[in-house]
């Protein structure tokens, strides 16, 4: 029933990245409260985020243009925003706008470490 | 009869009008009354989502942009909404809502967002591609695009002086929508 | 200034108002929103569920009994609807909505089911006790029961000859109801 | 995505009831054409009715004001309305309005079979 939360985890020794949940709806009125805590994230020289976006029942255009700016600031510090698990629907408007091809996506933990951390 | 009671689109029949304050706390109900009325009318699982994200942006664009002119915008503090709330309720900030129409039809629903806020430019606003916006980052502009990738038909009305009507229908059994 | 432009109960501001004609499609797409309002709004999964069917039983009650002089009814025709829906639209039926006018507080939410009907008796219609409903085999009067016994403060206004005002709010944290 | 279907099943052989299922919402707008069927089901001399409500989402006043009608009207002709497995919504709605005790509520066929042909 929740409309939108947020998660994000401590620090792991030895993990290479911060990991996110978000879950419910990211649309103009969450997105407020999600840029704010991820810019506060990575103002904490965080270069590594996995959002976890399996609860994730919805996203607006406003929530794209968040995961975006996350994305090109992630990657002009040498790092790197991963989205896993999207639930279909989300999946399916990522594909209809073309955002496949630009944000990394990955279907599991596994995955995004070898983004993270390539042999 | 203020600018905006203008009367519906030739030959529809207006069904439903929900008319709000322009705050972002009313997206949620208002994409959930969208579904529930695409759901009913026989609109496919996809068609359905497309509908649901229209609305939104259009409806969001109207909080995001409209009313810019009187210090509205998605990122107030509930102490600034409060105010706003009681500015409009109390007359002093002009009938400033969102309205959205929505007309039902055996092959079609129509769906018109009406503000009486500062108007589009005539020139197509937001981005043209998504690479364009890919490239400077994020930062807006994606709205109109999805808008008419995910309706059949999009049409932008500025009455004299009286903001934005904004016309989306979306027609049942049409093709999915290729961005 | 029509008879049902009447203003927001003292102190509150009317956050979201939806009108639309008195067809009973429109249940489920005002259900969707008031369940979504709830949701937002902070309401346990039970309240939301009672919300959701309080505010169903008034809409319904305006397609069931407000405008039974013009005809209109739940188990119309394809056509008979049709035809009530051009009246309606060519202003020949009045004013003949129902009108869900939403308020928003910290601490609680009210909603106002307005009409143009006939209006309703002075004596609390429909059934007092359950049992009354059970004997006679069904046949209705249950819906003013449920919106009395899940929501937390109901009144009726009937302001000259202008049909009905239900005005139902629920207290967030309130305790369960029982019947 | 399905606002409301009703499916009347056959007739089996050696069954002691028939099998309704109902989906999606009974509500002013759909009871319309479930009471419809029903009746139209009852009018063949059918006097015994297994309702299976386990995918009915949402229940009002009216649909609840059917089901009396019909359990009121098998009655009257010695048979009886069995209702299967109510969703924790509905189910809700009948407790906390004292339906629970008016309708014949089981969790299982089998039950029902008890119910329709005591040993
Ligand atoms: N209702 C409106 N009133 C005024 N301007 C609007 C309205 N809707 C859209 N616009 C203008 O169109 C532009 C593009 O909108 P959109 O594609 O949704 O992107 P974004 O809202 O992210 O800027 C906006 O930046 C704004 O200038
Ligand atoms: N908006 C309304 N306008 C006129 N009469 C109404 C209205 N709402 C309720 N009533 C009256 O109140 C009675 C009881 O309503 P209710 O308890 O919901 O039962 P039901 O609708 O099944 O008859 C109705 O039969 C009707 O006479």
């Known amino acids: 029933m929740k409309n939108y939360d947020l998660t994000i985890h401590e620090a792991q020794d030895g993990e290479s990245f911060r990991r996110v949940d978000v879950i419910g709806c990211l649309d103009s009125h969450t997105v407020v409260s999600f840029e704010k805590a991820l810019h506060g994230l990575l103002d904490q020289s ?9 609860e994730l029942s919805y996203i607006s255009s406003a929530g794209i243009s968040a995961l ?7 990657r002009k510090a040498s790092g790197e925003l991963v989205l896993l698990s999207p639930t279909d629907k989300v999946y399916r408007v990522f594909r209809t706008l073309g955002f496949t091809n630009i944000f990394k996506i990955v279907d599991s933990e596994a995955e995004a470490e070898g983004i993270f951390s390539p042999s | 009869m203020s600018g905006t009671d203008r009367p519906a689109p030739c030959g529809e029949v207006i069904d439903l009008e929900i008319r709000c304050l322009p705050d972002t706390r009313m997206l949620a109900p208002v994409r959930a009354m969208a579904t529930a009325i695409a759901a009913q009318q026989g609109f496919s699982p996809d ?30 503090s509930d102490e600034e909404r409060a ?11 002009g009938d400033c809502t969102i309205r959205l ?8 629903l129509v769906f018109q967002v009406i503000d009486n806020g500062i108007g ?16 400077r980052g994020g930062g807006g502009g994606l709205g109109m695009l999805i808008i008419r990738n995910y309706m059949d038909e999009v049409t932008y009305d500025q009455p004299e002086g009286q903001g934005t009507i904004l016309t989306m229908t979306k027609y049942l059994g049409n093709p999915e929508p290729t961005a």
């Open chain 1, 46 to 54: 965080v270069n590594s985020v996995m959002i976890d976006l399996s």
């Open chain 1, 68 to 74: 975006m700016g996350l994305t090109h600031r992630l």
């Open chain 2, 47 to 76: 068609q359905i989502d497309q509908i649901e994200m229209a609305v939104d942006e259009a409806c969001a664009n109207v909080v995001r942009h409209a009313y810019r002119h009187l210090g509205i915008s998605p990122d107030l």
């Open chain 2, 83 to 93: 105010a706003i709330h009681a500015a409009v309720s109390e007359g002093t900030a």
């Open chain 2, 101 to 108: 129409r929505v007309s039902l039809a055996e092959d079609r």
């Open chain 2, 120 to 135: 589009i430019d005539k020139t197509p606003p937001g981005v043209a591609r998504v690479e364009e916006f890919v490239e």
